[in-house]
Structures are given as structure tokens and as C-alpha cells.
């Protein structure tokens, strides 16, 4: 995917993960490099309460 859904699609599929996933996802994009590649993405995960 090299598009970004609107937010409220992100929020949907967001969701839609297990606590798991959002808990990688969420420390993924606290690596510098990760969060530098992926900047759209990991600027998104903080505004749904990053894995809570």
C-alpha cells in the first residue's frame, strides 16, 4: 500500500487489530528509523491512543 486511507478508515482497520498488533505497531513507530520511513502511518497512531 503506498497510499494512506482517510482517518477513518485507518481508525476502522486500527481497531479492527488485536491489542497485540497495535502494541507492535505502536512500538515500531517509536524507532526513529521505522517512524522516519513510515511518517504518514506512525503520525496517525498517536491520535487513536497510540495501543490502548
Request: aromatic fraction near 8%.
Given at each position: 500500500?503506498?497510499?494512506?486511507?482517510?482517518?477513518?478508515?485507518?481508525k476502522k482497520a486500527w481497531f479492527a487489530l488485536?491489542?497485540?498488533?497495535?502494541?507492535?505497531?505502536?512500538?515500531?513507530?517509536?524507532?526513529?528509523?521505522?517512524?522516519?520511513?513510515?511518517?504518514?502511518?506512525?503520525?496517525?497512531?498517536?491520535?487513536?491512543?497510540g495501543a490502548d
Amino acid at each position: 500500500m503506498k497510499t494512506m486511507k482517510p482517518m477513518a478508515g485507518f481508525k476502522k482497520a486500527w481497531f479492527a487489530l488485536s491489542k497485540h498488533h497495535r502494541v507492535k505497531m505502536t512500538k515500531a513507530c517509536n524507532d526513529p528509523a521505522m517512524s522516519k520511513r513510515h511518517a504518514q502511518f506512525c503520525a496517525n497512531v498517536p491520535a487513536l491512543g497510540g495501543a490502548d
